[in-house]
C-alpha cells in the first residue's frame, strides 16, 4: 500500500494529467489560456471545469490556436499576472515563435507539455520530440517519470520561474503518463499555496507609476548582451531550481535534484534516459543486480538548464554507457540527449566510458524490459572487452529493411 510521505497529504488514484491540473487548482494561477491538443487536453478541461465551478479564481481564456495561446499567456504575463498554459506536439510547434519571445521577455510562464510525436506521418502517442526540438528556446524544461512527479515538478516550476524570470515547461510522456492511472500524494491546498507563494512581478507594464518599454527592435548594439543575459540567466537557474528543490524537500518530503541517480555508487554499465522509460530500466537493473551485473541509471530530470559537470562526474567511474533518447536529431549523427552527455563528459575530461546512442519509442513504440536487458547484455560486453561500442545511433525495436 502506497503510504503519504507528507503527513497531511492524501494518496489518490490519478494519471499524469489529473494530477498537473490538480497543481494548477492549488497553484491558482490568474490566467490561463490554452487550446485543446491530444493528450493534453485533459489538462486544461479539468482546470475549466475548476474555473467553472468556482473552484479557482483564474480568469480562462479559450483562444482559437496554440499560437494565441501562447500569445494571450505572454500578455498575461507582461501585465502583471501569474499566467499558465498548456499543449503538446504540434500545438507546441505552433508556439515557436512566442516560445522565444516569451524567453527574451524574461517572463516566468509554467507551461503544462505532453510530449507527442511530431508530424509528418500524423501520431498522437508520445515521444519526446516535441520539446527537444525546442530544447534552446531559453525556456527551463523539467521531465517527469510518473504522475506524481508531474505533480512536485508542477508545483516547484512556479517558485523556479518566477525567481530566475524565465519561463519553465514541465513534461511528461504522452498516453503513458498523462492517461496511465497511478498512486500519487496530494498536498493539502493551503500548503501548497504558501510554498508557492504570491506573486509579485518586479516590473509590470500596467504599472502606470513605472513606465518602461518591453520589446523594443534591438540592432547590432544591444541585441548580443540581451541574448547573453538570457543565456546567464540559465546558467544561474541551476542554484536556483536546487535551492527550491531544498525547500520542497523541506516542505513535502520528497527529494529532488538535476537527476536521479539509481544504484549508480558501484555502476560499471549505466544507461542515461528521460520520462517513463526510468521505470521500466529500474526494474531491469534490479534484475541484473541479482545476477551480479553492476548496472545503474541516470534519470534525467532537468534538461534544460543542463546539468554538464554534475553528470560527468557521476559518469566518470562507468565503464560502459548507454543513453537512450525518445527523439531523434535527424542531425545524422546522434539525438539530442546523447549529444549533451557526450558534450558534458568530454568538457569535464571524462574519456573512460564507452558510450553508445539509441533511439527507442517513436511515436509511442513499445519499449519493454527485454529491449532494455539486450542494451545492458551489449554494455556488459563492451565493458568486458567481449564487443565493440557501435559508432553510429542504434534504434531499438523498428523494422529496418
Known sequence: ????????????????????????????PDVVAAYPITPATEIVQIFSQFVADGKVPTEFVAVESEHSAMSATIAAS??????????????????????????????????????????????????QSDTMGARDAGWIQIYSEDPQEAYDNMIQSVRIAETAKLPTMVTTDGFIISHCMAAAEVYPDEDVKEF????????????????????????QDYYFEHRYQLAQAMRDAKKIILDVAKDFKNKFGREYGFYEKYKMDDAEVAIVTIGSAAG??????????????????????????????????????????????????????????YSDVVSAMYANGVTGPKTENYVYGLGGREIDMT???????????????????SKTVEYINVRIK
Not at 507528507?6 to 489529473?18: C, H, L, P
Not at 507582461?78 to 515557436?96: D, H, Y
Open 1 to 28: 500500500m502506497v503510504k503519504p510521505i507528507f503527513s497531511k497529504g492524501k494518496i489518490v488514484a490519478k494519471t499524469g494529467n489529473e494530477m498537473m491540473a490538480e497543481a494548477m487548482r492549488q497553484i491558482a
Open 280 to 337: 521500466t530500466t529500474k526494474a531491469v537493473i534490479n534484475e541484473l543486480r541479482e545476477k551480479g551485473i553492476k548496472a545503474g541509471l541516470i534519470k534525467i530530470r532537468i534538461f534544460r538548464p543542463f546539468p554538464a559537470d554534475e553528470i560527468a562526474k557521476d559518469l566518470a567511474n562507468v565503464k560502459a554507457l548507454a543513453v537512450l533518447d525518445r527523439a531523434d536529431s535527424c542531425s545524422g549523427t546522434f539525438a539530442p540527449v
Open 371 to 389: 529491449h532494455i536487458a539486450d542494451v545492458f547484455k551489449h554494455l556488459d560486453e563492451v565493458a568486458k572487452g567481449k564487443a565493440q561500442a
Open 196 to 219: 508557492v507563494g504570491t506573486y509579485k512581478p518586479e516590473r509590470y507594464l500596467l504599472d502606470y507609476k513605472k513606465p518602461f518599454t518591453l520589446g523594443s527592435i534591438e540592432m
Open 78 to 127: 507582461v501585465a502583471g499576472a501569474r499566467a499558465m498554459t498548456g499543449t503538446s506536439s504540434q500545438g507546441f510547434a505552433l508556439m515557436w515563435e512566442m516560445l522565444y519571445i516569451a524567453a527574451g521577455l524574461r517572463l516566468p510562464i509554467v507551461m503544462a507539455e505532453v510530449n507527442r510525436a511530431l508530424s509528418a506521418p500524423i501520431n498522437i502517442h508520445g515521444d
